[in-house]
């Protein structure tokens, strides 16, 4: 069984740049999640995914949008970038159904604004 | 909305017992988690609590109170390896729309030292 993989680890952009960041869910879930974690901070909830529809999101405006696949793989993607866009992204994957609707995160990737 | 407190930091000896205390408010609830994070590492999932009471997992305890709005978990006889971050999430009552959004507190950074 795989786990949540994500792509790229770290990445550097400038203000006003756009970025992807892609993410694989763990084998044989169907739903994912994408937050940002500021340094010393808790994860935030950007968004939910789930048949390839956003079906929940957090505070955060439209210039942060995202997919998903088939695969249930996904990406996120922030468009005119700011300074405080820089943190952490991390995926979670997740079952709907059964279970404690646990999240599984990625490692995440490190995005630096500059 | 949701608000989740947390204290920031703490310290415990190796071999000792320590609490890491939860407080929160919220308008719906379905549950409530705590994860462990490693500094530059994703956030893993430690125990989850639905019902008031204790939920015992090994060294690791989680403790339940919905009508006072307070959980903790209990880590007992320390290792240096659990030196981590502890982080309190909410998830609020299930809308119908799927969502599984957890809203995290900033964390406990616990300390073990020999």
């Known amino acids: 069984e795989t786990g949540v993989t994500q792509s790229p680890t770290h990445l550097i952009k400038t203000r006003g740049q756009q970025v992807t960041l892609r993410c694989s869910s763990q084998s044989g879930h169907n739903t994912v999640s994408w937050y940002q974690q500021a340094l010393g901070q808790g994860p935030q909830f950007i968004f939910q995914y789930y048949r390839e529809e956003e079906n929940g999101r957090g505070n955060f405006p439209p210039r942060f949008s995202g997919l998903q696949f088939p695969n249930y793989s996904s990406e996120l993607n922030v468009n005119a970038l700011e300074l405080d866009d820089s943190a952490l992204y991390l995926c979670?994957?997740?079952?709907?159904?059964?279970?404690?609707?646990?999240?599984?995160f990625g490692e995440g990737s490190r995005l630096t604004v500059l | 909305g949701q608000n989740i407190d947390q204290p920031t930091e703490m310290t415990a000896t190796e071999g000792a017992i320590v609490q890491i205390n939860c407080t929160y408010q919220t308008s719906g609830f379905n549950g409530l988690f705590w994860y462990q994070q490693h500094a530059g590492e994703a956030p893993t999932f430690l125990s989850y609590n639905v019902l008031d009471g204790l939920e015992e997992k090994g060294r690791f305890s989680s403790f339940l109170s919905r009508s006072k709005g307070y959980s903790y978990l209990l880590l007992k006889e320390l290792q240096m390896k659990d030196s981590a971050s502890y982080l309190c999430?909410?998830?609020?009552?299930?809308?119908?729309?799927?969502?599984?959004?957890?809203?995290f507190g900033k964390g406990t950074k616990l300390s073990v030292i020999p």
């Open positions: 979670a994957s997740s079952h709907r159904t059964g279970g404690t609707g646990e999240l599984f």
């Open positions: 999430a909410l998830r609020a009552a299930y809308s119908g729309a799927g969502s599984y959004q957890l809203t």
